[in-house]
């Protein structure tokens, strides 16, 4: 039996103004038992600034390479899962789309992907203001986010529409490989790359893999093992194609991904649900030009196992 383990989990909705730039904003308290590490797992995914405002110094592993998380951090895109470890403490944290990444900052996101790096390094002095709302009182911090992010993406750049289009495309399931992707959007194969690198992290046929990949992993979340076959998505050639896919982005089988203990990954999974709309970012769609989901609320809360007051904010 897994270590007894208390933690909440908040969610909130960004300001209507930052929908299509930044997916969301959350914050995870936890306290594992006395003397007990916790591990959990993040789902590959889009950028993420990340505020350990609380506790004790945390690792994550990301394929082959381990990061001890900087106080004030970035999570590049990634295309592995991230396995973290630590101790009790509180992270607060928002997430950047592909196209407010590309909004942000000139610089190919392609250079920090699969990296956790000082958040600095992407915005410089910005980075403290930011990292002194994450530490405000719970109630704040969604309202202090807004305001430093308002700021931050005021000013669109001139070829945006190419970044919407190829994230729109992503989120297709009916979508094909990276030929029909250049045909559908009139993008040359040159351009269609750049684009991918400079805003998503990627090339193209990567980003096409793990969407399908995904979609498919999160019908499986619940579903007794023998009717995985035919949940996972029909691109796939059969189950081999799917394992092998999931040993690359996650490290393990499907199986021994269902089996890992991971409290804190499935809250965050069933409330992104809830409040986001999708229980992973990377499979969030582009809302730039949408009205505000205000009839899904603009936050919500996961908490399990005994109060983690003494953290709190």
Same mark, same amino acid.
């Given at each position: 039996m897994p270590p007894k383990l208390a933690f909440d989990v908040d969610y909130w909705l960004p300001d209507p103004r930052l929908d299509g730039l930044v997916s969301g904003y959350h914050r995870y308290a936890i306290e594992p038992a006395a003397g007990e590490r916790h591990r959990d797992v993040f789902f590959p995914g889009w950028a993420n600034m990340r505020f350990h405002v609380a506790g004790e110094h945390w690792r994550v592993r990301l394929g082959d390479?381990?990061?001890?998380?900087?106080?004030?951090?970035?999570?590049?895109?990634?295309?592995?899962?991230?396995?973290?470890?630590?101790?009790?403490?509180?992270?607060?944290?928002?997430?950047?789309?592909?196209?407010?990444?590309?909004?942000?900052?000139?610089?190919?996101a392609v250079g920090f992907a699969d990296r956790i790096a000082p958040l600095a390094e992407l915005i410089g002095s910005e980075a403290a203001p930011l990292a002194t709302a994450a530490a405000a009182p719970r109630e704040d911090i969604k309202a202090r986010f807004d305001t430093i992010f308002l700021r931050l993406l005021d000013q669109p750049r001139s070829d945006e529409a190419r970044v919407a289009q190829v994230h729109r495309y992503l989120m297709d399931p009916g979508q094909g490989g990276v030929a029909e992707m250049a045909a559908r959007l009139g993008l040359?194969?040159?351009?269609?790359?750049?684009?991918?690198?400079?805003? #998503?992290?990627?090339? %193209? /046929?990567? !980003?096409?893999?793990?969407?399908?990949? +995904? =979609?498919?992993?999160?019908?499986?979340?619940? $579903?007794?093992?023998?009717?995985?076959?035919?949940?996972?998505?029909?691109?796939?050639?059969?189950?081999?194609?799917?394992?092998?896919?999931?040993?690359?982005?996650?490290?393990?089988?499907?199986?021994? #991904?269902?089996?890992? %203990? /991971?409290? !804190?990954?499935?809250?965050?999974?069933? +409330? =992104?649900?809830?409040?986001?709309?999708?229980? $992973?970012?990377?499979?969030?769609?582009?809302?730039?030009?949408?009205?505000?989901?205000?009839?899904k609320g603009s936050a919500g809360r996961h908490t399990d196992g005994d109060s983690v007051r003494p953290l709190d904010s």
């Open positions: 390479d381990s990061f001890d998380v900087p106080r004030t951090a970035l999570f590049g895109p990634t295309s592995k899962a991230g396995y973290s470890e630590g101790a009790s403490g509180i992270v607060v944290g928002a997430g950047i789309t592909p196209l407010g990444w590309y909004r942000l900052n000139r610089g190919d040359s194969h040159r351009t269609l790359n750049r684009v991918a690198r400079a805003a #998503f992290g990627f090339g %193209p /046929k990567l !980003l096409v893999r793990r969407a399908r990949f +995904l =979609r498919s992993l999160m019908a499986l979340r619940g $579903a007794s093992a023998s009717t995985w076959a035919s949940r996972i998505e029909s691109s796939y050639y059969d189950h081999s194609h799917f394992n092998r896919d999931a040993q690359e982005f996650l490290g393990m089988s499907p199986g021994e #991904f269902m089996r890992l %203990p /991971k409290p !804190l990954n499935d809250a965050s999974a069933r +409330l =992104r649900m809830q409040i986001l709309g999708a229980p $992973a970012q990377a499979l969030l769609h582009p809302r730039l030009t949408e009205p505000a989901r205000a009839s």
